[in-house]
T-cell receptor
Framework: LAKTTQPISMDSYEGQEVNITCSHN???????ITWYQQFPSQGPRFIIQ?????VTNEVASLFIPADRKSSTLSLPRVSLSDTAVYYC???????????????WGLGTSLAVNP | GAVVSQHPSWVICKSGTSVKIECRSL??????MFWYRQFPKQSLMLMAT?????????EQGVEKDKFLINHASLTLSTLTVTSAHPEDSSFYIC???????????FGPGTRLLVL
């Protein structure tokens, strides 16, 4: 199983940088790391994807150490609207197969306070 | 970004009726789409993989005769919940896989309530 471990919840304040770390000890050589954001009663929204080192886009950065057994999603200067659940997913759903089934964990519930 | 739509966004039906949910990739073609369900306060659970032009692949424990999937074109997959019962009430979410990015993009979800 492509299992991931994240903190259940995090609290922050507006304007702060938030870093959410995900552990994925059994990541496979070809696995990408993808992060999604989900608001209540909505489908997950793609945030960022990476394979190694650092990836940055207009909304977030993703840091991946050399061993790739963990990754950190960095949200710069969060606002109230960033309150959501954040999921870390490892692997490719298309190529998962029976022995690399993707599992969605409970994600990290981020609460941004005024 | 890639846009995926779902219709309807919510539906209420009587027990025993069938409900069809559509999933469309609006600005890209998707050979593969996925159907998930999500119960309150829980994570997404993959139900099936929808393949254009071929039969869907169902996850263990998901009844293929109850959850009919049709992927008739590269931009449309449908999920039909047949003979719906109250326990089928859930949030159904589809995703479309974009080959060039090796990433799945999700629809907004469909809330189903079976009375």
């Amino acid at each position: 199983l492509a299992k991931t471990t994240q903190p259940i919840s995090m609290d922050s304040y507006e304007g702060q940088e938030v870093n959410i770390t995900c552990s994925h000890n059994n990541i496979a050589t070809n696995d990408y790391i993808t992060w999604y954001q989900q608001f209540p009663s909505q489908g997950p929204r793609f945030i960022i994807q990476g394979y190694k080192t650092k990836v940055t886009n207009e909304v977030a950065s993703l840091f991946i150490p050399a061993d790739r057994k963990s990754s950190t999603l960095s949200l710069p200067r969060v606002s109230l609207s960033d309150t959501a659940v954040y999921y870390c997913l490892v692997g490719d759903p298309l190529r998962a197969g029976n022995n690399r089934k993707l599992i969605w964990g409970l994600g990290t519930s981020l609460a941004v306070n005024p | 970004g890639a846009v995926v739509s779902q219709h309807p966004s919510w539906v209420i039906c009587k027990s025993g009726t069938s409900v069809k949910i559509e999933c469309r990739s609006l600005d890209f073609q998707a050979t593969t789409m996925f159907w998930y369900r999500q119960f309150p306060k829980q994570s997404l659970m993959l139900m099936a993989t929808s393949n254009e032009g071929s039969k869907a692949t169902y996850e263990q424990g998901v009844e293929k005769d109850k959850f009919l999937i049709n992927h008739a074109s590269l931009t449309l997959s449908t999920l039909t919940v047949t003979s719906a019962h109250p326990e089928d009430s859930s949030f159904y979410i589809c995703s479309a896989y974009r080959d060039e990015q090796e990433t799945q993009y999700f629809g907004p979800g469909t809330r189903l309530l079976v009375l």
